[in-house]
């Protein structure tokens, strides 16, 4: 099991900075389009078409992660009174509900998917395709599917990783 949780743990980072690269661009288009638009009067083309998509990217890429690492806002007022065994109960069942909505998003976006591929919906000013960008928020939305199955995978056997030392894993 070490050896599927260090590819996990892996894969999770590879997509944390697919998340990250796009929030970067979108920082980048945003800053550079307001600087030209207040200094010189010409705004980046499409850059409010853009910036709108890769942050749809980064949030559904980052989303692939939260299933996994379970890095999600949680209130654990009533968890955390409850006993060990009713607790991981507790968070099978949080984890079920997320995977069953999850999926349900992938599906929907997947709909938007091929509805801007069929109408060849494109971005205001350079007439770019969108549903590459939007495609690229499914294919996130759909990594999140398998790593929020993986986590629930997790807490079904019983398997726990370690924060303070990653390469281990502990049972309960």
């Known amino acids: 099991m070490p050896a599927v949780s260090d590819l996990m743990r892996r894969a999770a980072t590879a997509v944390e900075t697919v998340a990250a690269l796009c929030?970067?661009?979108?920082?980048?288009?945003?800053?550079?389009s307001a600087l030209g638009r207040?200094?010189?009067s010409a705004p980046i083309p499409d850059a409010f078409?853009?910036?709108?998509?890769l942050l749809g990217l980064a949030l559904a890429w980052g989303y692939a992660v939260l299933g996994f690492r379970g890095g999600h806002i949680c209130v654990d007022l009533l968890a955390e009174a409850l006993p060990a065994r009713a607790r991981q109960w507790v968070e099978i069942f949080a984890q079920a509900v997320l995977l069953v909505f999850t999926a349900a998003l992938a599906w929907k976006v997947y709909g938007r998917?091929?509805?801007?591929?069929a109408s060849q919906e494109a971005t205001f000013d350079l007439r770019l395709p969108t549903w590459p960008l939007i495609?690229?928020?499914?294919?996130?939305?759909?990594?999140?599917?398998?790593?929020?199955a993986v986590g629930l995978i997790v807490l079904l056997?019983?398997?726990r990783m370690n924060d303070n030392?990653?390469?281990?894993?502990t049972y309960e």
């Open 23 to 32: 929030l970067a661009a979108v920082t980048v288009i945003v800053f550079a």
């Open 113 to 117: 998917v091929a509805s801007a591929f």
């Open 135 to 148: 495609g690229g928020v499914w294919l996130g939305l759909a990594v999140a599917v398998l790593t929020t």
């Open 165 to 169: 030392d990653p390469e281990k894993v």
């Open 49 to 53: 078409d853009i910036s709108r998509l």
């Open 38 to 40: 207040y200094l010189f």
């Open 157 to 159: 056997t019983n398997r």
